[in-house]
């Protein structure tokens, strides 16, 4: 897949990983962003169908994220998981709140990434939808919706998306947590 972009890293058809439209909708729900919101990876919009005057990027239609220089509220999407690091940095230079859907050890297992993480603010907030099958990703892995705010310094909250019952009758205990 070419296309131009300014940051020289080739796209990987396996970061291609579209959010479900049930994840989108709870996150934009539950994190609430306002003002000025940049979608830096549209993919196929989900994220724009529940936030429909945020602004947007998508590098396979010419908006390469990495040229984008504005300052924005919020930011949220689901970056492509290999190029996490440099989302990360460059989302800092542009907004105050990013929430950013990954595999949860994306965001823990390199000591640099929690560092640049803590010293630019924090983590505010964790929300787990489960391992990846359950959001059709081709891998296990805990995916999870970090909410990351600039100069942020207090706890970093968490909680767990609670798929609803197919049968409102008997509750789904493979969903249930606790």
């Known amino acids: 897949m070419e296309q131009p972009q300014l940051l020289q ?3 990987d058809d396996k970061d291609v990983v579209y959010t479900p439209d049930w994840v989108a909708a709870d996150m934009v729900d539950f994190f609430k962003p306002s003002g000025r919101i940049l979608e830096p990876c549209k993919g196929n919009g989900v994220f724009l169908k529940y936030l429909p005057t945020a602004e947007w990027c998508e590098i396979q239609e010419g908006r390469d994220f990495f ?5 924005v509220d919020w930011i949220i999407t689901n970056p492509p998981f290999a190029q996490f690091g440099k989302f990360v940095t460059h989302s800092m230079s542009l ?3 990013i929430v950013f859907l990954v595999p949860c050890y994306k965001v823990f297992n390199a000591y640099k990434t929690i560092v640049t993480i803590f010293n630019w603010g924090g983590i505010r907030y964790m929300r787990v939808f489960g391992p990846g099958g359950r959001l059709g990703f081709s891998y296990g892995y805990s995916i999870a919706a970090f909410h990351f ?11 767990i998306y609670q798929l609803p019952s197919t049968n409102p ?10």
């Open 95 to 97: 907004s105050d709140n």
């Open 149 to 159: 705010q600039k100069g942020y310094k207090g706890p970093m909250y968490s909680s």
């Open 169 to 178: 009758d008997k509750p789904d205990d493979a969903h249930r947590i606790g």
């Open 9 to 11: 890293i080739p796209l």
């Open 67 to 71: 040229a984008w220089s504005e300052h």
